[in-house]
């Protein structure tokens, strides 16, 4: 998996604390840029370890810095937001893309999604849910509001395929049985206790999915599952 894997975290070798989630932020606007910043900065956890003001300077930063958790903006000069995650993660699947923006228009919504965003925030989001979200990403959640998730698997789920790929080509029974309960929006000791095993035994299942499909966050590998018929959208 990718050296700037979000999902397990290493920790830092002379501090032996929790390594910090290193993010980028992709807004072409200064202050909003300057305003995020802070807020990010003033969490012990989180390390903004670099900024890009368009598309293509986001693809040449996160090339660089190969963060965990890139927050993008959707309109931008130049290349927007859309188009930059999507060559972001053709490089790098295991980086959290979290879409930070103005737009709530379902055609960006399902176009960045399309792309490899694992989730989705409103400019007007408070600073906690922003905090909450960049957390969930870095740890391979979802950071969708439930109605957009709802929204967008009836919108995927138009697509998903009529033959169906066994899952087993692919995934192990148990690791199928995790990503479909992860589906409905279980946390991780939702899913630990729904399933009968440890919190720590789903993270290490939800690794081996990500690393199998080749996706960075849940969204991807459950859009990735309905895409495949593995998963019944009308079940969740």
Known sequence: MSSADPHIHSHDPETGLPRRISLLLVDDHPVVRKGTRELLEGEADLHVA???????????????????????????????????????????????????????DDAYVFALLEAGAAGYLLKNTSE???????????????????SVARKVLERFSAGAATAHTP??????????????????GRTNKEIARDLDISPR????????????????????????????????PKML
């Open 167 to 184: 899952p087993e080509d692919d995934l192990s029974p148990r690791e199928l049985e995790v990503l479909r309960v992860a589906a409905t």
């Open 201 to 232: 035994t789903v993270q290490v299942h939800l690794a081996n999915i990500f690393s199998k499909l080749n996706v960075g966050s849940r969204t991807e590998a459950v859009l990735y599952g309905i895409k495949r018929g593995w998963i019944d």
């Open 50 to 104: 670099g900024e890009a003001a368009s598309g293509e300077e986001a693809i040449v930063q996160a090339r660089a810095l190969r963060p965990d958790v890139i927050l993008m903006d959707v309109s931008m000069p130049g290349m927007n937001g859309i188009e930059a995650t999507r060559a972001i993660k053709a490089e790098q699947p295991g980086v959290g893309v979290l879409v930070l923006t103005s737009y709530d």
């Open 128 to 146: 906690d849910d922003l905090l909450g979200a960049v957390r969930a990403v870095a740890a391979g959640e979802s950071a969708l509001h439930p």
